[in-house]
């Protein structure tokens, strides 16, 4: 189990209920008939069980493992590997131009005028052109000694061959040595040897592919306009480059363009304006610039501005990027930048006399400033081979030195503008503070209205940030969800089973439930328009009931209740559901726990093959020992929760609670009716 792993919970949608493992995301979980199995029982086990996954059979196995999945975003994690290596060309110096087309068939083709991927023989491949074992060995390419890059964000022996792997066909071309040589290949392998077709003054590589529709499945296909908006993020990022963009016009369905070419030399600074537009800004000009480190690989270029009026649905956002690969989950050059503004910001506060400037922290700074920062460093390190957070601590330390003096150049360049901006962030900071203190008071005014110490065990912390208050059903599993909580972040509030139904209940009965009115307390917010985020006493509301039947029916009316009263804060994703197990499994000092029948046959088709372990079903949360509670469903390193949200077609939610839990019967038995297939399913009839 991930640490905290929040899966998305759609409001009416049991498969979330149970999420599957996060990797391997294509892995089947279908049980495998297996001659060798007699009675449930495997009746050997020798040298030919053994399976020996060769070349790039891992990468058709479990595509999961090398791009993610097999849905739409990982389909374009195919074209960002195979552009990652055309733009690596043009930041070592060697191309200038990128060429990408889409066309009528759905194939896409990418190439460059860089130096040609080398076709002469392997000399540890015999009988093998470099092409060849580049396309079909992982692991294999020119930039692990750092020789022929000095950064890169592609990796030949990685990228492209796992593009290889999962296309239903490739081809290479290669301009090279003074002739143009070519190379077919089907699912990771070549349909023949490398050709050589004649001399040619061009250089350059050409990669053209189809994803394969058997591991993506038939229907799916590249988006242009998600094509479009790759290629041009591309360019902004070296402005060295050239990127041209074709796509045959009877893939476009939208306004992308047909055509286009992205040249824009002032890189990231290009970037900034192109999103703030007419957006008003704090200072006149944002805060932009370059950085190379001398006598070694190290560049950084950054663009920052900052804005009262917010960036469409967001305050502020940052976009970071190593090497040229986007790293959406961010990571230590995004540490780097905001150290560099933050101790570059208190430091003009203490030359000017502000003595407001010790309240600052970097979260006053980035706030409400739209922030670009790219850093070409040599062999990158990232969490997991999509390479969506960077980890390199040479990256914060680069971003940090390269950011530090021009940023005190330019705040004491221009005073005007740099006592606006310490005025402005000086505010967020005492905002932030202010909700602080109103919270720290609204949980201390919560708790003494309720006077229910034996009831709402409520967290020692002040700050909402961190903290979670626990529904939990029934006092038995109350009194082990306390002991087994983290009295700092976690507070805990049983209700005495099932809640009033909302959906059906008068406005009479449902003012003077006293079980709804003690939530709505602790929760420190009111229902309907007078709701405010702002107003919550704990960062995650989590419902924690029992996995069975009636557990799920709490679960569903207290989420009707959340739905009815503060659909805001399921649309902030404030709301969970905890996802206890409902068996225990133990074989000598071996226990794991499923969270149902399914989960339990898994387990024992995998854990415990072969085995005959104890099996015990639990009939509640109470019946759990308090470590065996916090083991497997409230610490946040070991468990699962299930977010839940709301479709954007929130009429169809509307309709679906109404008929469901509304005060019509014959709705409810018509639903019956219409989904009783499925219901025959789940019992296997």
Request: include cysteine; charged fraction near 30%.
């Amino acid at each position: 189990m991930s640490k905290s792993a929040a899966q998305p919970f759609d409001l009416f949608n049991d498969d979330a209920l149970n999420p599957v493992p996060a990797a391997p995301l294509a892995e089947s979980h279908e049980p495998r008939p297996d001659p060798a199995v007699v009675g449930g029982k495997p009746s050997s086990y020798s040298a030919k069980d053994i399976e020996v996954l060769e070349g790039l059979e891992p990468v058709r196995k479990r595509p999961g493992m090398y791009i993610g999945g097999t849905d739409e975003r990982a389909l374009h994690h195919l074209f960002a590997e195979v552009l990652d290596n055309a733009m690596d060309e043009a930041v070592a110096g060697h191309a200038k131009v990128i060429e990408v087309s889409l066309d009528a068939e759905g194939q896409l083709t990418v190439k460059d005028d860089g130096r040609g991927i080398p076709v002469d023989p392997h000399p540890k491949h015999p009988g093998k052109s470099a092409l060849e074992v580049i396309m079909t060995v992982l692991h294999s390419g020119g930039k692990f000694s750092g020789k022929a890059y000095e950064t890169s964000g592609g990796l030949h022996g990685v990228g492209v061959s796992v593009v290889n792997a999962l296309s239903e066909r490739v081809e290479v071309t290669a301009w090279k040595d003074g002739f143009e040589w070519r190379q077919a290949f089907t699912r990771g392998k070549p349909i023949g040897p490398i050709e050589k077709l004649g001399p040619t003054r061009k250089k350059g590589t050409q990669i053209a592919f189809t994803p394969d529709p058997v591991i993506f499945g038939e229907g799916v296909a590249f988006k242009p306009a998600r094509l479009y908006r790759m290629a041009r993020s591309k360019a902004y990022l070296f402005g060295g480059v050239e990127i041209r963009w074709k796509c045959d016009p009877s893939r476009i369905h939208d306004q992308t363009p047909a055509e286009a070419v992205f040249r824009f030399p002032n890189g990231l600074a290009d970037f900034l304006a192109e999103r703030v537009k007419t957006i008003e800004t704090v200072t006149p000009e944002p805060f932009a610039g370059r950085y190379e480190r001398q006598g070694e690989a190290g560049k950084v270029e950054w663009a920052v501005t900052w804005t009262p009026a917010g960036f469409g649905e967001a305050d502020g956002f940052m976009q970071s990027y190593c090497n040229t690969v986007p790293t959406p989950e961010g990571g230590t050059h995004e540490a780097g930048l905001r150290a560099a503004l933050t101790r570059g910001l208190k430091q003009y506060a203490e030359l000017t006399g502000e003595k407001r400037g010790g309240l600052l922290t970097a979260e006053d700074v980035v706030a409400q400033a739209g922030a670009l920062v790219s850093v070409f460093i040599r062999d990158p390190e990232f969490q997991g081979q999509t390479k969506e957070k960077l980890s390199s601590s040479e990256a914060q330390r680069l971003v940090e030195k390269a950011i530090a003096d021009p940023f005190d150049h330019w705040l004491t360049a221009q005073p005007k503008s740099a006592s606006a901006l310490l005025q402005f962030v000086i505010e967020r900071a005492e905002e932030r503070l202010k909700r602080r203190r109103d919270k720290e008071v609204a949980r201390a005014s919560a708790t003494r209205k309720l006077r229910l110490p034996g009831k709402l065990a409520d967290c020692s912390g002040q700050a909402t940030d961190g903290t979670e208050l626990f529904l939990v059903e029934g006092d038995s599993a109350g009194g082990s969800a306390k002991q087994a909580r983290d009295r700092r972040t976690q507070a805990i509030l049983p209700l005495r089973g099932k809640i009033l139904n909302v959906a059906s209940a008068s406005l009479d009965k449902l003012g003077g439930n006293k079980e709804l009115a003690d939530l709505m307390l602790a929760l420190g917010a009111q229902g309907g328009s007078k709701f405010k985020e702002e107003d919550l006493r704990y960062e995650r509301i989590i419902i924690m009931t029992d996995a069975d039947v009636d557990g799920a029916h709490i679960a569903s009316l207290l989420i009707t209740f959340f739905y009815r009263t503060m659909p805001d804060m399921i649309r902030a994703g404030r709301l969970y559901l905890a996802l206890p197990p409902l068996y225990r499994i133990s074989h000598g000092a071996k226990s794991l726990y499923a969270r149902d029948d399914a989960h339990r046959d898994e387990l024992l088709a995998t854990e415990f093959k072969g085995k005959k372990p104890d099996i015990s079903r639990f009939k509640g949360l109470g019946e759990m020992m308090p470590a065996q509670l916090k083991e497997t469903t409230m610490d946040p390193s070991k468990r699962i929760l299930a977010k839940v949200t709301l479709p954007r077609a929130e009429e169809s939610v509307e309709s679906l609670v109404e008929a469901l839990m509304g005060r019509k019967p014959e709705l409810r038995f018509r639903f019956i009716q219409e989904n009783a297939e499925f219901a025959a399913a789940d019992l296997d009839v």
